[in-house]
């Protein structure tokens, strides 16, 4: 294990004073703070789910603890923001690409984040890969083309 993350719940919580920062993602949101995408897994089966629940969806184990993915996936869904809450690196006039992304953990796991970069190429398969953006100070999840897209 790399070095310990010391936040406690309540200065997660803090942190991020415009989510909804909750039981069941707090770790999620302490694994952003070192720029570590977080995702709940089972213990008990393996099985992923994303968003996070205190049961998994699988076996119903409450054994589950959220580990960090590679953020490596592919575009299943895509929509595109024309407003929103500034942050870096992202232009609302040219669309801002909100995608839904299957990670390569498990089939059907889908994580939502913007796609950064050119967006003349985004599309549904378009291979990503997990980079981190900041929005008021913190570090947000977001994605870009993943640099072996033939
Ligand atoms: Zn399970």
């Not at 669309?95 to 059907?108: F, R, S």
């Amino acid at each position: 294990m790399g070095e310990m993350v010391t936040w406690t719940d309540a200065e997660v919580i803090a942190a991020f004073p415009n989510a909804s920062v909750d039981q069941d993602n707090v770790a999620h949101y302490r694994g952003r703070l070192t720029h570590k995408l977080l995702v709940h897994c089972c213990r008990e089966c393996g099985w992923w789910h994303e968003p996070p629940r205190p049961v998994c969806a699988k076996c119903w184990s409450d054994r589950v603890e959220a580990r960090e993915v590679r953020g490596s996936g592919r575009i299943a869904l895509l929509t595109v923001l024309r407003v929103g809450s500034p942050a870096s690196g992202v232009d609302y006039d040219a669309g801002y690409p909100l995608a839904a992304v299957e990670l390569v953990e498990q089939a059907g796991l889908r994580f939502t984040a913007g796609v950064v970069g050119d967006p003349a190429g985004v599309r549904i398969g378009t291979k990503v890969e997990l980079i981190w953006i900041e929005r008021d100070g913190k570090p947000v999840p977001a994605f870009q083309q993943a640099d072996d897209e033939g």
